[in-house]
């Protein structure tokens, strides 16, 4: 990537390519999933998944382990997801390579729930991942969806998936044990 197309990214997040505007700039952080998104190597949605995987984890271990404030977290993490998305999408780019806040919500739905075990969140990292990209089970027809709402719900229905796969997982688990 070179010095220039940098710079170009630069200004394009900070909504400076055509002068200031406060909703555009606010919509592409988020939609970027706070910057994440603008990772200038490879894997992007990875990349962000990883980093609100941690963010969450830090939220449950030092600020709240209360399930109703994390889903309440969750919730507003997907209305803005939902709203930004909304906001960046265009005829031109219907999904910007930058926006990864569908990531960061299908990956905190992933693990919401499950056990908060450091090999059932290392799974529901590379489970959401798997199921992010291959979009098995009807996923892919949702991206069909048109808008910012189509860049969301795919990424959703992964997450809860990934969650009730997880879940059987560890119930099963706990009934042989």
């Not at 952080?29 to 969450?56: Q, R, V």
């Not at 930004?84 to 919500?105: F, G, L, N, R, T």
């Not at 892919?140 to 992964?158: F, H, N, T, V, Y």
């Amino acid at each position: 990537m070179n010095i220039f197309h940098h710079q170009q990214l630069r200004l394009h997040w900070i909504g400076l390519e055509n002068g200031f505007n406060i909703t555009v700039t606010l919509s592409r952080f988020i939609a970027s999933g706070f910057g994440t998104g603008y990772w200038p190597l490879i894997a992007p949605g990875s990349f962000a998944s990883l980093i609100s995987l941690c963010l969450f984890i830090v939220i449950k271990v030092f600020i709240t382990t209360n399930p109703l404030v994390l889903t309440i977290i969750t919730v507003l993490l997907i209305l803005i997801g939902f709203w930004s998305c909304q906001k960046i999408v265009s005829i031109e780019e219907p999904d910007p390579s930058y926006c990864v806040i569908d990531e960061w919500a299908g990956q905190w739905i992933t693990v919401l729930f499950i056990p908060f075990e450091w090999y059932f969140l290392i799974l529901g990292f590379f489970l959401f991942r798997l199921l992010d990209i291959f979009k098995p089970f009807g996923i892919k027809r949702l991206e069909q969806i048109s808008g910012g709402a189509g860049i969301m719900w795919d990424d959703l229905a992964a997450g809860v998936l990934g969650s009730i796969l997880i879940t059987v997982l560890a119930l099963g688990l706990s009934a042989v044990k």
